[in-house]
């Protein structure tokens, strides 16, 4: 009988242990999922936050736990125009793992598991992080020199940031985006399409202006119209499509797949285009320098106007304009002078006195 109390003990006490080492807690702040390994390898079995139980854990059953919260990138890349000007371009990019079904899920032809493997394999999110800063960065050094897409010079590079953006989400979604049916490039046909209709910059207008000096898209209305008249409309629809999409993602509001890594982008933009090194000193002393001009016409209106004004309130009395002048750079305490230095009459030097003292009092 103690026997068999013993053996029922031993069972009793395996079990119980079972039981409560193989409750583990799948973290939900930050959310988390757990991909369920048996026997060490990888399954389909995704399990969510909260207690889960893993039979004979860790030995049968474990899991690995994946961070599904949203992860940012910032970082600020220097680029080089066609002017050998330096720029600073100030870029964010978030993105999420693949832990559920969203967006445009149906298109990859995978599990959630197996974007999860995906992610788990690329080395999770410092790997992940580091792939879509290699992407960036080198797609941003292809269009400030590009001659077919990029700027001509660092002025139109500084206005261009949705240029920007839609080369980069096209580099890093390749084809998680619809194809464009078109042999003109998908930058310049946002911008012919936009409503209003954008400008063409001046490599642009180069190409696609029949007048580079007015600036507008007629050589390019017209090829639209000859060689993609049938599927102009369509063209436009899947333009249009573009972007939305663009925006989306450009407000962090969007859940893109980009499956070879298992993650969902969720945004990316490009903040203010600033100049750098010597362009930026030049810029700043060129704004100093016309900040300096604008004072100085400022200050000769006021002299200007003081002149009149005092001339006015002296007619009558014997005063030359020189005169007149240096009474009010006297009064503004430019040149210095007492008023006895005039030579003028007692009664007069009273006068010009209490003139004096009104426009002080006027200032």
Do not use: C
């Not at 990888?42 to 949203?70: C, H, M, N």
């Amino acid at each position: 009988m103690t026997t068999i109390s013993l053996i029922v003990g031993l069972i009793a006490l395996f079990f119980g242990i079972v039981l409560i080492k193989g409750f583990q807690k799948i973290k939900a702040r930050p959310p988390h999922v757990g991909l369920v390994l048996r026997f060490g390898n990888y399954t389909d079995k995704v399990v969510q936050p909260g207690w889960r139980f893993f039979f004979l854990y860790p030995y049968v059953e474990s899991y690995i736990p994946i961070d599904a919260s949203r992860k940012n990138i910032e970082l600020t890349q220097t680029i080089i125009t066609p002017d050998r000007a330096q720029l600073i371009v100030p870029l964010n990019i978030a993105f999420t793992p693949i832990v559920k079904e969203e967006g445009n899920f149906d298109q990859l032809g995978g599990s959630v598991a197996d974007m999860i493997k995906k992610y788990i394999q690329i080395g999770e999110e410092e790997a992940a992080k580091g792939e879509l800063k290699s992407i960036a960065e080198e797609r941003l050094r292809e269009w400030a020199t590009s001659k077919e897409m990029g700027p001509i010079d660092f002025q139109e590079a500084m206005v261009s940031e949705l240029e920007a953006v839609s080369l980069l989400i096209k580099a890093i979604l390749g084809d998680a985006l619809d194809h464009i049916n078109s042999a003109i490039p998908t930058s310049i046909l946002l911008k012919f399409f936009n409503e209003p209709q954008s400008k063409p910059s001046k490599l642009e207008a180069e190409r696609y202006s029949e007048d580079e000096e007015k600036r507008d898209w007629n050589k390019l209305e017209r090829y639209l119209n000859e060689e993609q008249n049938d599927d102009l409309t369509s063209l436009k629809k899947a333009i249009v499509d573009r972007r939305s999409i663009i925006e989306q993602i450009r407000r962090g509001e969007a859940s893109m797949p980009i499956p070879a890594f298992g993650l969902y982008l969720n945004q990316l933009n490009i903040g203010q285009i600033k100049p750098a090194g010597k362009l930026a000193e030049a810029l700043d002393l060129m704004v100093e320098e016309q900040m300096q001009r604008d004072g100085e016409t400022v200050e000769l209106e006021h002299v200007t106007n003081s002149i009149l004004n005092l001339k006015r309130k002296l007619d009558g009395l014997d005063f030359s304009p020189s005169e007149i002048k240096r009474i009010v750079q006297t009064e503004r305490g430019k040149t210095p002078m007492n008023i006895n230095e005039i030579l003028l009459s007692p009664e007069t030097i009273g006068a010009l006195g209490q003139v004096l003292d009104a426009l002080k009092g006027g200032k």
